[in-house]
């Protein structure tokens, strides 16, 4: 697959600069635009576009991070902050709507009940997008 | 932005943040992209943002080797909240704020000996009551300094009592002599420093100026750093002089208790033993100026107290008993192991009586020797960084008050008062150079600036007292002036005494400093004066349309975005080109005309090839027929390298510069970069390229 744009979404975990070289490794051969994007989640007692300022904070610290990675491994990564109820619907719909032909999702490595845990996030982006997706784990120990 | 973006309505006032609803695919899937410059190093909303570190990193390749240069040299930068974490307690506050008067222990007995050794070795036999004599002094001007500790928490010391109490002038007069003393004493220290390096490696002695300024750099380095840093810094050599001090004084005043005094050293150039001037009163009295040079440094507590941390002031009086206690113990056990030796001075200050005595009581192969000269050596060129902490600081309250230049209350990255820390340094380096870094040339111009200020301050806590009349102020009043009394005869002695020796060039210089010092203050208030705004103009001025002039050069890219941005502010807009010749005049007028503007064009022929003053003529000749302030916008063309400047005639820049002090005259420069294409169609050349 020689993706032309692609899109990762960030959560702002350890996993965060893994998939950024993961993603710069695909990219880089077939010359695509990689757009990282994190979505901040507003819970349903407040208004979609209330300003929850240490969301925003930490939102813009990991995307000026996750620019600095992708500085260090030759991308040139634009980057979106988002607010939404949910944060895989404003996966897929930026993914449709700047006609993203692949997604790159990323998960630490969690346990639940003995059992490896994918968060509802990735799963819905899994599930539900239009285009291509790669969900990316890190591996036990990292 | 990318290209799905909804464009910005060109009306809408710039923001850092704009939020974008988004319909999504789905009922209830809305969500709101943030559209926020990421990397810009701003955080915040809502018209409140804050400045991160980020913002200040240079983008350039020379910026960043410039900053990562900086980095190493001075450290990282620090929040401003880290100021609290720059202060230093007691045991950090003695070596930076007392080191010069511990240290003034190491060369006050010599410079008390020198003067009476002039007039032969048995004069010597009075620098014990001399010595003595200095440390009552101290003692008083300890008891007085704890008491303006006291009154004035914040610091400013001596100028700032003075000014209180005895008005602006006296507050000026004590902070100039501070200042200059400052100075001295950076010059002082590392020229003694390095005479103590000298003693134990005479092939340093030609080097000596070299040598001091280099050092002085490297204090001054050492000051951008912080307080603190620079106080974990010069705190070991410190310690290390009071206990190699210590031990020397413990074993040689062992050896003369049991009467085992080994051999004499005796100077490399002795003075004459029968001396060359009768001992008279005012000999004696010159070397009591000269032994009270230990006496300086003790202000600096005073003026840092706010170094301190809380309690300030607890820390600070703390800080200055244990300072006069340990100057004390050290100068006395010197000078009495000096007289009780009979060790002499060398004249040629090639080795130091700290040197011979401390040789003479452990041998000039013992590794005691060493340390001690080595930790003195040190602390003499510490003893400078008492003048770093002073002055940045002193200048600072100065600048606050708005009698100097608002830079030296500017703090730097490291929180330090860079201009006061690079001002001192220079200056010092400068009186290091022109006294070719001998101390004795030094220190008569030394002390008197001290004294002027101790006496003012002690006299103003007496006017204090008295007036204030508080729990205690009688005992208070005895002790203050007491301490005027003192210190104002020791400054009359030191004065008298060292007057032809160069202090008549610091008495010529603190009215000198206080004038200039008076000068900035007038030329701020006068600033003030004009640019405050009175209750009836609390409203923004509402003003007409300017008229606007563009000197235009060629009809190129540069001069249409001028043109363009010129009918964006004004209606009345009036387009000027200066020709060297009728030809080229003409050819320009046909150019224009093909241009199609409106906009109305006057060509000055100047047929001696000058652009710059036809230029300014016309705006003067303008500006009488037209009472609105004059706009002149002009095209700059910016090149993409910084070389690539020189092959521009910067017109626009020295036009500028002839602009920039008339009065009634705005100046609006619109660069144009070589990459710029903005909304200028391109279109067929008008003109030929730059």
């Known amino acids: 697959m020689q993706p032309k744009r692609v899109l990762v979404a960030l959560a702002g975990t350890s996993a965060d600069p893994d998939v950024i070289r993961l993603v710069a490794s695909i990219a880089k051969p077939a010359r695509a635009s990689v757009i990282g994007i994190h979505v901040i989640e507003v819970r349903w007692n407040l208004p979609l576009d209330a300003v929850m300022e240490p969301e925003l904070d930490r939102g813009e610290q990991l995307l000026e991070s996750a620019k600095k990675v992708a500085d260090q491994v030759g991308i040139s990564l634009e980057t979106e902050l988002l607010q939404a109820r949910e944060a895989a619907a404003a996966i897929i719909d930026t993914a449709v709507e700047r006609k993203c032909d692949l997604i790159v999702v990323a998960m630490p490595f969690r346990k639940r009940l003995g059992r490896v845990y994918i968060g509802r996030t990735v799963q819905n982006v899994y599930v539900n997008a239009p285009c291509a997706v790669l969900a990316y784990r890190q591996e036990q120990n990292a | ?690």
């Open chain 2, 1 to 690: 932005m990318s290209a799905e973006e909804p464009p910005q309505n060109p009306n809408d006032t710039p923001s850092l943040e704009r939020r974008v609803t988004r319909a999504g695919r789905h009922v209830g899937d809305r969500y709101v992209r943030i559209v926020r410059p990421i990397g810009s190093g701003l955080r915040g909303h809502g018209g409140h943002y804050v400045a991160t570190e980020q913002t200040m990193a240079a983008s350039g390749r020379l910026g960043r080797a410039w900053q990562g240069a900086l980095g190493v040299l001075i450290g990282k930068r620090l929040h401003s909240e880290a100021e609290a974490e720059e202060r230093v307690g007691v045991e950090t506050g003695l070596p930076i704020l007392a080191s010069d008067n511990i240290s003034s222990s190491a060369y006050a007995t010599e410079e008390a000996m020198r003067i009476l050794a002039i007039a032969g070795a048995g004069a010597l036999i009075f620098t014990m009551p001399i010595a003595l004599a200095v440390v009552f002094v101290l003692a008083i001007v300890v008891l007085s300094e704890s008491r303006v500790i006291r009154a004035y928490p914040n610091g400013g010391g001596s100028y700032l009592v003075a000014r209180e109490n005895h008005g602006v002038i006296a507050g000026l007069v004590a902070a100039s002599a501070l200042l200059i003393d400052y100075v001295l004493t950076v010059a002082v220290s590392t020229a003694a420093g390095i005479a103590a390096i000298s003693s134990f490696a005479p092939e340093l002695h030609p080097f000596r100026v070299p040598i001091g300024v280099g050092l002085i750099a490297l204090l001054g380095v050492g000051n951008l750093r912080g307080v603190r840093e620079a106080g974990i810094a010069f705190a070991a050599p410190t310690y290390a002089y009071i206990v190699g001090m210590a031990a020397i004084l413990l074993i040689g005043l062992g050896r003369v208790y049991v009467g085992a005094i080994p051999p004499i050293a005796q100077p490399p150039h002795p003075f004459d033993p029968v001396g060359t001037a009768p001992l008279t009163v005012l000999l004696i009295l010159r070397a009591f100026a000269s032994g009270s040079v230990g006496l300086t440094g003790s202000e600096a507590i005073a003026n840092g107290v706010p170094s301190f941390k809380k309690p300030e002031a607890r820390n600070a009086v703390i800080t200055l008993l244990l300072m006069g206690s340990i100057f004390a113990s050290i100068f006395l056990g010197l000078t009495f192991l000096a007289t009780q030796l009979g060790i002499a001075p060398d004249a040629d200050e090639i080795e130091t009586v700290n040197s011979m005595l401390t040789r003479t009581i452990v041998g000039a192969t013992s590794p005691l020797y060493f340390f001690v000269q080595f930790s003195t050596a040190i602390i003499l060129l510490l003893a400078a960084n008492t003048g770093f902490t002073g002055f940045p600081r002193l200048a600072s309250v100065l600048a606050n008050d708005r009698f100097m230049p608002r830079h030296f209350a500017d703090m730097g990255s490291r929180l330090a008062f860079n201009t006061g820390i690079i001002v001192l340094g220079v200056l010092a380096a400068i009186i290091l150079t022109a006294f070719g870094g001998s101390v004795n040339a030094l220190v008569p111009l030394y002390t008197i600036g001290v004294f002027l200020a101790f006496t003012l301050s002690q006299s103003g806590l007496v006017r204090r007292w008295w007036r204030l009349r508080n729990k205690g102020w009688r005992a208070s009043i005895a002790i203050n002036a007491l301490g005027t009394v003192v210190t104002g005869t020791v400054l009359v002695v030191v004065a008298v005494t060292k007057f032809q020796l160069g202090a008549w060039m610091v008495l010529l210089l603190i009215p000198l400093i206080v004038a200039l010092l008076y000068a900035i203050n007038r030329h701020y208030t006068n600033v003030q004066d004009a640019l405050v705004i009175t209750g009836g103009e609390q409203r923004l001025p509402i003003l007409g349309a300017p008229a606007v002039i563009v000197p235009v050069a060629r009809i190129d890219r540069a001069g249409l975005q001028a043109l363009a941005f010129a009918r964006s502010v004004s209606p009345d807009v009036k387009a000027v080109h200066v020709s060297t010749s009728t030809e080229s005049a003409n050819e320009f007028q046909r150019r224009w005309q093909r241009l199609g503007t409106d906009i109305p064009l006057d060509i000055v022929e100047s047929p001696f090839r000058s652009l710059v003053a036809p230029l300014l003529k016309y705006i003067d000749a303008i500006d009488k027929s037209d009472d609105r302030p004059i706009t002149v916008v002009l095209s700059e063309f910016v090149p993409r390298h910084w070389w690539e400047w020189f092959l521009h005639s910067q017109t626009a820049m020295r036009l500028k510069a002839s602009l920039l002090f008339r009065p009634n005259t705005i100046v609006i420069d619109v660069p144009y970069h070589s990459s710029d294409t903005g909304d200028l169609a391109p279109g067929p050349p008008l003109d030929s390229a730059h």
